[in-house]
């Protein structure tokens, strides 16, 4: 394979359907969902992706039942304490994005402690999208630049796009690479709005609960055979 995505980013969706289809409850889906994180987080590792975002709960999602939320908060505690040794081991650093300020004291805590523990390790960047909206991102960036022009730190033509990347949630990630949708759905959901600007877009009908190592690595050759041309023609490209 001769080009390989640096940041890829997946919505993991269909796991309420996945679980219908089987006549379970939504729970079994979400569970079985947590299981193929943790196989796309190892296949990521060992074909060297330098960076993996993973949409976990985004804004939207609090307007789920309450339960459903408490079971997702419950699963990402359980899946932090579980994988700790292995994300340590894998020399895997853990991230976040979002605002975290509302979730849960446990999944605060617990996703505290992996990424101070794991903050030098130089393996992969593993980041979680926590309570995340790629709106409210931007907006909190505009505000934040606001704020700075207000008080003369900033002046308004200075505003350029670094302007804008160093003030967002997403600061230290590279533009997404490649964008992974599971389930059918073709769209971005507020994910990633900025970053995603020349993704490329990989939709497949496989539901998450499905979507197995194989499939991580059949993206990455779809990949491997586009051509970015970020504007330019494909001769260009080539000389
Ligand atoms: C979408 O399926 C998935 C989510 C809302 C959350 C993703 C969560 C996991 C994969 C489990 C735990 C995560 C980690 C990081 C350990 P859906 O419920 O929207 O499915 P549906 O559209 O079929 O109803």
């Known amino acids: 394979m001769n080009k390989k995505p640096k940041h890829v980013a997946i919505i993991m969706d269909g796991n309420g359907r996945w679980a219908k289809k089987q006549g379970k409850n939504r729970f079994i889906g979400h569970q079985k969902g947590a299981k193929v994180v943790k196989d796309i987080v190892e296949e990521a590792t060992k074909n060297e992706i330098n960076f993996l975002t993973l949409f976990a709960f985004s804004t939207d999602n609090w307007s789920r039942p309450k339960d459903e939320i408490n079971l997702l908060m419950k699963l990402l505690v359980g899946s932090l304490k579980k994988e700790f040794n292995r994300i340590f081991d894998n020399n895997i650093r853990l991230c976040s994005v979002g605002n975290l300020n509302t979730l849960p004291d446990i999944v ?13 390790n130089t393996g992969m960047v593993l980041t979680l999208a926590l309570n995340y909206g790629g709106k409210e991102e931007i907006i909190d960036a505009i505000k934040a630049i606001s704020n700075k022009v207000k008080n003369s730190i900033i002046s308004p033509e200075k505003v350029d796009e670094s302007t804008i990347i160093e003030h967002l949630y997403t600061r ?30 990989y939709f497949t009908k496989t539901l998450w609960p499905d979507f197995k190592k194989k499939d991580l690595r059949e993206a990455l050759l779809n990949y491997s055979k586009r051509e970015r041309r970020f504007g330019k023609t494909s001769e260009q490209l080539i000389t």
């Open 172 to 201: 230290n990630l590279p533009p997404v690479d490649l964008l992974i949708r599971t389930s059918g759905e073709e769209r971005i959901s507020n994910f990633l709005l900025w970053h995603i600007a020349y993704a490329e877009l």
């Open 108 to 120: 605060k805590e617990e996703l505290l402690f992996v990424i101070e523990k794991t903050k030098t």
